[in-house]
Structure formats: C-alpha cells, structure tokens
C-alpha cells in the first residue's frame, strides 16, 4: 500500500469500526433508511466541506463560508418570495454573486499578502452583516419549484430514500475528485499547498490559482446555501453559523493536512459521514443530550490529529531507514 | 529618567482609535460627557471602555499566542466553561474566592492543553485549539446541566459590575492585566524570546531557547486570560450561559491583536496596542448604537474596517510607500 494513503485508510477503518459498533447497538442504523436520511442531512455541510477541501490543501482556510450560506438563503428568498423570479434563475444569480465574492478574497490574499484566515474572517462579517441587512426574520419560499424538488429522490431497496440533495452532494463529491486529482488546476492547488515559492518557480499561476480555489469554495457554499433553501424552504440570516468549523473538522478528521499540500477529496467525504454517523448515534440513543456532539466531535477532531501524527511520523521513520537500506 | 516619549502613542492605531471616537462624537454630539453619579463615572465613553473590556483581556492573552506564530480559537468556549465552574461552585455553596480560583484554575489548565498539543505534539494551532472550540462549549453545557446558571454572589457580581476608583470593575482588571503583562515581556527577555520562537521556532530552539516552555506558558496565559473574560462577563450578567458566553469573541480577539499591529505571521507584537484594537472594535460597535444606524449594519461596517486597517498594514502598502519614498529621494535629487 502506498504510503501516503495511510492516514485516508486510517480515517476509513476508524469509521468502519465506529459504524459497527452503532450498529452493534442499534441494528436499525444499518438501514438505507438511515443512510439515505444521512445524506440528505449532511448534503449542505459535504458540498461546503468540498470546496474546503480545496483550500485547506492549497494551504488556506476559508471562514467565510457558513456566513456564505446565509446570505445565499436570504439572498434566495428575498428575489424567490418578495421579486418573483424563478427559482433556477435566482440560483445563477446567487451563484454569481459567490462567484465573485470568492474572487475578491482571493484577490485580497494574494495581492495585498495577507492571511487567508483574516481576509475570510472579513468575508464573513460582510456575507453575515450583509443578510442581516436585507432582514433580520425568517422568509419563507414557497414556490412550487420548491416543492417539486423534494419530491424528486431515488428509492433505495429497503425503502430508504435518496434524496436530489443527496445525489448532488455525491456529485459534488465526485466532480471534487476529478478536480483534485486528475486536473492540471488540481496539481496547481496541491503545489501551492506544498510550498508557495517553488509553486511560482515551477511556473505555476500562483495569482489565478488562489483566486480559483475562493472562487470555487465561496461556489460551493452558495450551493450548500441553495440545499439549505431547499431543506428548510426558508432565508434565515444566523442560518448555518459554525458551519465553516463542521467543514474544517470534517476535512481535518478526512486525513487533509492544515499545513496543505497533502489530503484526499475522499477522506472529506468519509469525514462528513463521521460526524453524520455520531448525530444520528446521539439521536438513535436518545438518553445523550445534543451537547454531546460537540464533546464527541471534539474528541474525534483530537483523534484524528494524534492519529495522523503518528502515522506521518512513523513514514517518516520509514523512509529514513528506507534511505539507510 | 523613565521620560514618556508622546512619538510612540502616535500611530497607526491610536490615530484609528481618535477617528472612530470623534466621529462617534459628529454622530451623537454627547458622546464624550461623563458624569459622575452614585461614586462612579457614567458616560458613552466609560461604556466603550466597560463593554470592551473582555474582549480586552481576551486580546492581552491572544497576542502573545499570536507573537508565537500561533492562535488560540478556544478562547470564547474557556470563558463559558470559566463562567459555567463560577456559577456552579458559587450556587453549590462554595465561597467565592474558591469559585474564582477554580474558574482560573479550569482556564489555566485548558490553555495548558492547547500548549501541550501545539508545543508536545507540535500541532498547528488553529487546529489544536479547534478541538477545545468545539468541544469546551459541550463541557460547559454539561458542567451547567444545559441551563443557564443564575447567582448572586455579592464578589462575583461586583467583578461584573462593581466600580474602583470610580471605574467599572472590567476595566480596572484590564487595565492591571495590560500593565503587569507588558511589564513581563517588556522588562525581561520573555518578549524577544517570544518574539524568536515566532519567527522561527527551530532557530529559537537551537539558540537555547526553551520554546516548548515558553509555548506552553504563552497558552497557559491565554487561557487564564479566557477566564478572566469569562468570570467578568458571568458576573455582569449574574448567570452563566454556556450557549452564547463569548461567542465568537475569539474572532473579535483575533482582530483586536492584528488591528493592534500584531503580525499574524509571529515574531511582532505589541500588548497595548492590542488593548488599543480592542476599544477601536468596542468603539465601533457602541458609535453604531448610538448614532441610531440599524444595529445590522455593525458587521458590515466593521468588516470595511478591518479591510481598511490591513490594507494600511498589508506589505503591499509598505511596498507603495516605500516606492513613493524613493521617488521623492529621486525627485529632490
């Protein structure tokens, strides 16, 4: 097995094991049901954790993007509801506006050199600020659009339910691996991530680079943002705050490394299911109070980071004596 | 001998700080009285100063994580775990000194983690403390049984809400918090050494440095600091609420220390001038409510700001000034 892929298998064992165990103790969780239910439930979050991906492997980080989902929800509601346009048409122009978005905090962190963590932590006070100007209630949408969608979804043998956020969140995910791994854009972000300066030196365009990869998260938020409008069939301002910490903790424990350079667009995905898999578990339980997710995802998050220490450390070790041999 | 030089109150910050305040002053022509009523002073001023101090405190600790190339994101879930112990030993029936010292103790301890993990396990920051982020607000949920912990302990109110000398309790512990921290690192060498350990950590160690030390002490102190905020801010609201007790006051921390000129990147900072940020932030949010603008546009507002702020501060800026410099040199030759 290549060495490298140690840290993903680890993530991917751990939430085997972890599945199992809640099975053990509540069969029904083995149930497409469930499965279905928790891709549905987890859709917004995987599409955000996507795009995060991205920057956490080019060596960013991007705060902005659960302020970014509310102000897509609001955005949405207010040209749905209050303007009357269709649905599909407020959606290119929400993504636009990310689009655009997402250019600007890349410009900022490249040109003006600053830290992505300070440029995006801006972007979130403008994108929160900004939905909490055009309201500060929760719109509702109703369009039959809306509605049209959510009867949309596949039945899954055993009567589970995927649902069109399901599926396109799977999509998501796959576009995202081809992406990273199979595109010359892809390699420029894993370059970047590796080290900045050589990245420049190789040739790669460092500029366009940066502003793709916040253009394609701030994208990505919009259409976790627009699966949210459609989950809750409403704009909401304080909608999805401390997401983008979900997104963080979902790459991190997929086996992406913070520093950059290293990570898989799959470990995401199986990151995402871990978190899924302890909310359903607390549900399941009944007895554990909601608090007990943050507690739990806390100690996985530490898990995950101890785990992926060790594991590097060991190969480390492997190659040092690799070089001996 | 210890002549007070007014060139080096003069800057980037201080200068912002006047901005913001005189035009808190155009849009609220009261806004600089202060009056003196029931033995303290009352007034929009003492309010900013008052309102501002958590965040304040908060900055003192986070700028000397942030000196060393790190930062602590846990801050605001430590205040509600710090709050949570307070209320909980003081409802328990335990004096208050002893709730106190336990809320520090608790503070203390959480920092002392997130040094062991940034310094033993050699963790990136943002990450280590993550995991106290997400999961210290669980803590305190569990520590107050998922509700919000009222009291009334006179010494914990007056923390919150008591006056010294005619000042609000908050700032008075600001105030000695700033002063006996940068005697600290400006009297003795713990500042350079801090300041080494951020620029480069290998380097510093190689030097003789005792980084993993000096780390863990600048964590232990941010989570102290987190404490501190957390007890104040219990106090003054005579309960503990582990949901919403310092949230997102991490991110206002964070900005006030790199408003305050301290380099995100490690190696420069500056404790005052943290304090500084903090009272431009505070200033900004008060000058919004009294000014009679719609209180959403406080975070629309403050992101312009601190867009303008780093843009000033970005190298970029320096670059241009520098460029503008040579040209003039060039031009008077």
Redesign the interface.
């Known amino acids: 097995m290549s060495r490298s892929l140690r840290p993903l298998v680890a993530t991917i064992v751990i939430f085997l094991i972890a599945y199992a165990a809640a099975v053990m103790q509540f069969p029904g969780l083995l149930s497409t049901r469930v499965l279905g239910n928790f891709l549905t439930d987890n859709a917004f979050l995987g599409i955000t954790a996507v795009g995060m991906t991205f920057v956490i492997i080019s060596g960013g980080i991007d705060l902005s993007v659960g302020a970014v989902i509310g102000f897509t929800g609001v955005f949405l509601a207010v040209m749905i509801s209050s303007l009357g346009l269709h649905p599909l048409f407020a959606f290119a122009i929400a993504l636009a506006v990310a689009a655009l978005f997402g250019a600007a905090m890349g410009l900022a962190i490249h040109y003006l050199q600053m830290p992505s963590f300070i440029v995006t932590l801006a972007g979130m006070f403008l994108a929160r600020g900004g939905a909490s100007v055009i309201t500060q209630d929760s719109i509702p949408i109703d369009h039959e659009f809306y509605s049209y969608i959510s009867t949309l979804y596949f039945r899954l043998p055993g009567g589970g339910r995927l649902s069109f956020v399901g599926m396109l969140m799977v999509a998501t995910f796959i576009v995202g691996a081809i992406l990273a791994h199979r595109t010359k854009f892809g390699s420029y972000v894993y370059a970047l991530g590796g080290n900045t300066v050589s990245a420049s030196l190789m040739g790669v365009p460092v500029a366009r680079t940066t502003v793709q990869i916040y253009m394609l998260s701030s994208v990505l938020a919009c259409l976790a943002g627009i699966v949210f409008s459609l989950y809750t069939s409403a704009g909401y301002p304080l909608a999805a705050v401390g997401v983008e910490l979900d997104a963080i903790g979902a790459v991190v424990i997929g086996g992406t490394l913070l520093t950059g350079g290293y990570g898989f667009v799959f470990g995401t995905f199986v990151g995402v299911m871990l978190l899924g898999l302890v909310q359903t578990y607390i549900i399941f339980d009944g007895t554990l109070s909601s608090w007990w997710t943050k507690i739990v995802i806390g100690m996985l998050l530490f898990l995950f980071i101890v785990l992926q220490r060790l594991v590097f450390a060991a190969s480390a070790r492997g190659d040092r004596s690799a070089e001996k041999a | 001998m210890s002549r007070i030089q007014i060139g080096r109150f003069v800057n980037t910050q201080t200068v912002a700080l006047a901005g913001v305040l005189v035009l808190n002053w155009v849009l609220f022509p009261g806004f600089f009285n202060i009056e003196w009523q029931d033995g303290r002073f009352f007034g929009s001023l003492i309010d900013v100063l008052n309102r501002g101090a958590p965040v304040a405190i908060l900055a003192i600790g986070m700028t000397g994580v942030i000196a060393t190339k790190g ?1 602590d994101l846990s801050v605001g879930a430590v205040m509600a775990m710090s709050g949570a112990v307070a209320a909980t030993l003081v409802v328990a029936g335990y004096p208050a000194p002893v709730a106190i010292g336990g809320a520090l103790a608790l503070g203390l301890l959480c920092g002392l983690w997130n040094g062991v ?1 940034v310094a033993i ?4 920051p ?3 403390t ?10 305190a ?2 520590i107050t049984a ?1 509700s919000i912990v009222t009291f009334s302990d006179p010494t914990l109110v007056f923390i919150g809400t008591g006056s010294l000398f005619g000042f609000p309790m908050p700032v008075v512990i600001a105030f000695v918090l700033m002063v006996l921290v940068t005697l600290l690192v400006r009297k003795t060498a713990i500042g350079l050494f801090i300041e080494a350990v951020g620029i480069n950590r290998s380097a510093a160690t190689l030097a003789g440095i005792k980084s993993r030390t000096l780390l863990l002490a600048v964590y232990g102190l941010s989570g102290l600091c987190a404490a501190i905020a957390g007890i104040i801010v219990a106090g003054d609201i005579r309960g503990a609420d ?1 949901n919403n007790a310092g949230l997102w006051l991490e ?1 206002d921390a ?2 006030a220390a ?1 408003i305050g000129g301290t380099s ?2 490690g190696g420069r900072f500056s404790i005052p001038m943290s304090v500084v940020g903090a009272l431009i932030i505070q200033a900004m949010n008060t000058g919004i409510l009294v000014s009679g603008f ?1 209180p ?9 700001v ?2 303008l702020i ?2 000033i501060q ?3 800026a320096g670059h241009v000034t520098a460029w503008i410099g040579r040209k003039k040199g060039e031009a008077t030759r």
């Open positions: 930062v993990l396990l050699d963790i990136q943002i990450i280590a993550l995991v106290l982020m997400v999961a210290g607000r669980g803590i949920q569990l998922g582990a991110l964070i900005l790199v995100l990147l719609p959403e546009f406080n975070l629309v507002v403050k992101a312009g601190i867009t780093l843009m970005s190298p970029l």
